[in-house]
């Protein structure tokens, strides 16, 4: 039982090229969620979704994209990055009860 | 809307000394609500969780919190700090069983000898 595995967990990019960021947990979770940190913000919610083929928005949506198409895994793909979505970024996955767990985190910059 | 407001982007305090971290939610419905710890360049770690149940909540590492829906507040203490408490917290809100979580803005603590 690995929990909620992200990968990788740095990354540099340059403006404009796209990447994903892996999110996958081996708990059966039906919801998982994407948070982005950033100094003085807290933690704030990209996308989540509450099983597969079911996604939503949340607080930050913009330049963002998920899928849900197992329910193992929930990948964040940024299209064309930029600056502005240099962050950590964490994916959680929750039971029907109050647990969620955090993955470790993916550090990424965009020059 | 949902919302957790932390009081004080960062506390300081002596080792040995109360640790108080303050928090309210906004909410018309009751909350489920949690305190999370985050060490430097780490994940978040669960402290405790306040889920309808006894209102005083005890957590790991001697941490305990108080659900006082009056206040609309639930803040986080231990008596004594030790230098390893130093940290960033996050207190957070949710409201069943499915409900995104919404996180405060967090505050640092700082623990001097």
């Known amino acids: 039982n690995a929990g909620v595995t992200q990968t990788p967990k740095f990354q540099v990019l340059k403006t404009g090229q796209s990447m994903t960021l892996q999110c996958a947990q081996d708990m059966n979770h039906e919801y998982m969620s994407w948070y982005r940190q950033d100094p003085g913000m807290g933690l704030r919610l990209i996308h989540y979704s509450v099983g597969a083929g079911i996604t939503d928005q949340g607080e930050v949506p913009n330049g963002y994209n998920v899928s849900r198409s197992t329910t193992e895994d929930f990948p964040l793909r940024l299209l064309s990055a930029a600056p502005s979505q240099t962050s950590v970024y964490f994916c959680a996955s929750r039971t029907g009860g109050y647990g969620y767990t955090f993955g470790s985190g993916t550090r990424l910059t965009v020059v | ?113």
């Open chain 2, 1 to 113: 809307a949902q919302s957790v407001t932390q009081l004080g982007s960062h506390v300081s305090v002596s080792e040995g000394a109360l640790v108080l971290l303050r928090c309210n939610y906004s909410s018309s419905v009751p909350p489920y609500l949690f305190w999370y710890v985050q060490y430097p360049n780490q994940g978040l770690q669960l402290l405790l969780k306040y889920t309808s149940a006894a209102t005083l909540v005890k957590g790991i590492n001697g941490f305990e919190a108080e659900f006082k829906k009056s206040e609309t507040s639930f803040h986080l203490t231990k008596p004594s700090a030790h230098m390893s408490d130093a940290a960033e917290y996050f207190c957070a809100v949710s409201f069943s069983g499915y409900s995104t979580l919404t996180f405060g803005k967090g505050t640092m603590l700082l623990v001097s000898p």
